[in-house]
């Protein structure tokens, strides 16, 4: 068991997942296939022990950027300012999938599986 991080808030919390080896590409076709029979979702729909997360994809001197929608092709991510008043996203993008590390990667495929589960 490998721990692996979500970012709320300004908050870390450790979420201990079972790593299983899966390569890059079979992550990605699991993600995508959990999109395809439930379609696209945001980050703000699952919860994890009670708390909405998002991964955190980047951070950025006093910025942070975190995955927050994800649909087949593609991951919109926001850029936030932790420091800030505000909860609006100050900027965001769009990255692929096989843009996205393995960490990160599976990540999402927690988020997707939960999803998926969720609304079976």
Known sequence: MLPFF?????????IL???????KADIIK???SNIKKKGSFSANEIEIDGE?????????????ALAEYFEKKEVTVEVYEPSSMSSDSMHSYTVKYDELDVFTLNKIL????KYETELS
């Open 52 to 64: 909405v997360s998002s991964p955190c994809i980047n951070e950025m001197g006093g910025l942070i």
């Open 6 to 14: 979500f970012f709320k808030k300004s908050i870390y919390k450790c």
């Open 110 to 113: 927690v988020l997707s599986n």
């Open 17 to 23: 997942i079972n790593k299983n080896k899966m390569k």
């Open 30 to 32: 699991k993600i995508q």
